[in-house]
């Protein structure tokens, strides 16, 4: 039933449906020359009966190919405010966003988007379109501070200390090491400068495969974790703190 100039609430249109959907369609007629299959049906449709947690209380916006037959809500915003795209039942956020289809990306940003919270920090993604610097996803503070950037080609920078969890707590299988055994094997272990494809600056240390065959640490011999580098360097300077002071306390006993 459709109301027009209705008195209530000042509503000038109003659509009146009884326990289901109140709908409008948009349709266009297809043009002879198209071929079968052009035909789709956009809905509006609404529902304002039922439990506030119902997720069928809501406005829907919908599609479906061909003029007749079934579709698919694209958009729900449900009646306590959350707003679904993609998949619109379940365990909703208050924004979620789903891909339907197998898309590359579930959300774009253009050029400098930006995600901000009312707090004090904000989410960039920055391609630098006209810019000679790389794209970036920053984290900036209120002041507009960057204070974690991942840059295209990997690179992180993180502006102020960057805490790796070590809490005992957390840990478990704990043994002792021999710290002369780790200090022999970095001994042998080859240090080279290089730098990665694509890059036009250098680093200095081992390749991940040598560092993995030499100590077994972390679940990958493609990389090195920056607990594991620190704990066999600092394990080799106890050995050779170790060794300096024999050498030390044989010294002495010699010029004795």
């Given at each position: 039933m459709l109301e027009m100039d209705s008195t209530i609430d000042d509503v000038?249109?109003?659509?009146?449906?009884?326990?289901?959907?109140?709908?409008?369609?948009?349709?266009?007629?297809p043009e002879p020359a198209n071929p079968a299959g052009y035909e789709g049906r956009f809905?509006?449709?609404?529902?304002?009966?039922?439990?506030?947690?119902d997720d069928a209380k809501a406005i829907n916006f919908w599609y479906g190919s061909g003029n007749t037959g079934g579709g698919t809500d694209l958009m729900s915003i449900k009646s306590d405010g959350r707003v679904a795209i993609g998949s619109t039942s379940g365990n909703l956020a208050a924004l979620n966003v789903?891909?339907?289809?197998?898309?590359?990306?579930?959300?774009?940003?253009k050029g400098q988007g930006?995600?901000?919270?009312?707090g004090s920090i904000a989410l960039w993604l920055d391609d630098n379109n006209n810019s000679s610097t790389d794209d970036a996803f920053e984290i900036r503070s209120g002041?507009?501070?960057?204070?974690?950037?991942?840059?295209?080609?990997?690179?992180v920078y993180?502006?102020?200390?960057?805490?790796h969890s070590s809490d005992r707590s957390r840990k478990e299988n704990i043994v002792s090491v021999n710290s002369?055994?780790?200090?022999?094997?970095?001994?042998?272990?080859?240090?080279?400068?290089?730098?990665?494809k694509g890059d036009d600056y250098s680093h200095l240390g081992p390749m991940a495969q040598d560092f993995y065959a030499a100590f077994g640490l972390g679940g990958t011999d493609k990389g090195i974790a920056t607990v594991d580098s620190d704990g066999v360097a600092l394990a080799a300077i106890q050995a050779l703190l170790k060794r300096i002071e024999a050498l030390e306390a044989l010294l002495k006993e010699r010029e004795e």
């Amino acid at each position: 039933m459709l109301e027009m100039d209705s008195t209530i609430d000042d509503v000038q249109l109003r659509l009146v449906e009884t326990d289901d959907y109140a709908r409008i369609e948009f349709y266009n007629i297809p043009e002879p020359a198209n071929p079968a299959g052009y035909e789709g049906r956009f809905h509006i449709a609404a529902r304002s009966y039922g439990d506030p947690a119902d997720d069928a209380k809501a406005i829907n916006f919908w599609y479906g190919s061909g003029n007749t037959g079934g579709g698919t809500d694209l958009m729900s915003i449900k009646s306590d405010g959350r707003v679904a795209i993609g998949s619109t039942s379940g365990n909703l956020a208050a924004l979620n966003v789903q891909a339907i289809d197998d898309f590359d990306q579930d959300i774009r940003l253009k050029g400098q988007g930006r995600i901000s919270s009312q707090g004090s920090i904000a989410l960039w993604l920055d391609d630098n379109n006209n810019s000679s610097t790389d794209d970036a996803f920053e984290i900036r503070s209120g002041a507009d501070v960057t204070v974690f950037e991942v840059f295209e080609n990997g690179d992180v920078y993180v502006r102020g200390s960057m805490v790796h969890s070590s809490d005992r707590s957390r840990k478990e299988n704990i043994v002792s090491v021999n710290s002369a055994q780790i200090l022999d094997q970095v001994a042998k272990l080859d240090i080279s400068k290089w730098n990665f494809k694509g890059d036009d600056y250098s680093h200095l240390g081992p390749m991940a495969q040598d560092f993995y065959a030499a100590f077994g640490l972390g679940g990958t011999d493609k990389g090195i974790a920056t607990v594991d580098s620190d704990g066999v360097a600092l394990a080799a300077i106890q050995a050779l703190l170790k060794r300096i002071e024999a050498l030390e306390a044989l010294l002495k006993e010699r010029e004795e």
